[in-house]
């Protein structure tokens, strides 16, 4: 069995190549965004997304947590450190930074194994210039997921998220629970709570989402791209709920 990808490209930008090369083959790669409020649940469906098409999920904000403690040994990354302080606040970090660490890791979006790009576009602006990187990289989208659920149940997912600090699996208190509470079962360390699932930081990470990402759901019906997909539910419904409006979208 092929391993899984590590994202080394992806996560360190650079030179940084994977553990698995550069893709698999050309045919049946599948370029996809997935849009959603913070803790609808894009980062539990891209991981299962990624297993079925085998792409790799592509997170801005796995980025941002994987350069945490590398930003806080070292002074020559003030852009990152300034990110860092946006993101455990709940605000958008500046367009300018995340551009510029899209346009580092455009080798991740030429990818012959394909893409699921997670938190990314998050604004316009990111999103008109997502279309230039592909253009400038010769690849299109094949389609933008929109997850939707009503606040009050995003809320109560982000408060119950724990996460793992070493392999990066996300829990949840109630719905998704570690065998043993608040240990990883595949690493058997403790579990941790982001800085950002705070509930001060969850109503500023709110805010922005409307503010600045729900224009993009009509950015993206206008090119005739959006799937809308109900986020109610287990993971594993909505999972097979986003492969019935795929095929059905490849077929439309
Ligand atoms: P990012 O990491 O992208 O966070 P987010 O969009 O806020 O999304 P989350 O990771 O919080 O939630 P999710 O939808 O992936 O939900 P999950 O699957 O974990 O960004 C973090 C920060 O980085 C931003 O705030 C910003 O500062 C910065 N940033 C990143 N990208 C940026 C960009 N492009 N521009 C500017 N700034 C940027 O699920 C949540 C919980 O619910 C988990 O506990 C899970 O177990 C549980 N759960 C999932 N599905 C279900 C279900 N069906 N039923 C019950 N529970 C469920």
Known sequence: MQPKPDRAA?????NSNCNIGFGGPAEGQHRFVLLGAPGVGKGTQAELLS??????????????????????????????LRALDYMKAGALVPDETVLALIRERAKCLRCN??????GFPRTIAQAEALEEILAENGVKLDAVLSYELPLEKIVARLGGRRSCPQ????????????????????????LFQRDDDRPEA??????????STTPLTNFYRGKGLLISIEAEGTPAAIFNRSLEAIQSFAKA
């Open 113 to 118: 194994g394909g893409f699921l790009l997670d």
């Open 10 to 14: 992806w996560l360190k930008g650079g």
């Open 167 to 190: 392999c990066k699996k996300v829990y949840h208190i109630e719905s998704m629970p570690p065998k043993k509470a608040g240990v990883c079962d595949a690493c058997g360390v403790a």
């Open 51 to 80: 297993d079925r098409f085998h792409i790799c999920p592509l997170s801005t904000g796995d980025i941002f947590r994987a350069s945490t403690a590398l930003a806080a040994r070292c002074e020559c990354c003030p852009a990152m």
């Open 202 to 211: 969850i109503r500023v990470r709110m805010q922005a989402y409307e503010k």
